[in-house]
């Protein structure tokens, strides 16, 4: 079955850096567009980042120029990293793909402040 398995979450001050990682399972990897997402408390999910399997990356306005989207097709990992994060940036990230159906990834916390 497939598996997205997300890590790297955390607390951190504001200004500071964070990378995510998924861990992909049960697809092949490198065939498929992978995702992040997030979710903040009150919040619609919205898409942070995309990577498709050409290496064609899309990003928020809000994060561009602070967060890499980056995969590993040799580990079946995506990566994002997130630089000079702010507290709007708290948020429950999730690893997401499409296949024949949506895959999501468990989430992971994000927690910017002082």
């Known amino acids: 079955q497939v598996q997205l398995v997300e890590s790297g979450g955390g607390l951190v001050q504001p200004g500071g850096s964070l990378r995510l990682s998924c861990a992909a399972s049960g697809i092949i990897f490198s065939a498929y567009a992978m995702d992040w997402y997030r979710q903040a408390p009150g919040k619609q999910r919205e898409l942070v980042a995309r990577?498709?399997?050409?290496?064609?990356?899309n990003y928020l306005d809000s994060v561009k120029g602070r967060f890499t989207i980056s995969r590993d097709n040799t580990k079946n990992t995506v990566y994002l990293q997130m630089n000079s994060l702010k507290p709007e940036d708290t948020a429950v990230y999730y690893c997401?793909?499409?296949?024949?159906?949506?895959?999501w990834g468990q989430g992971t916390q994000v927690t910017v402040s002082a």
């Open positions: 997401h793909t499409l296949t024949w159906t949506h895959y």
């Open positions: 990577i498709n399997n050409g290496g064609n990356i």
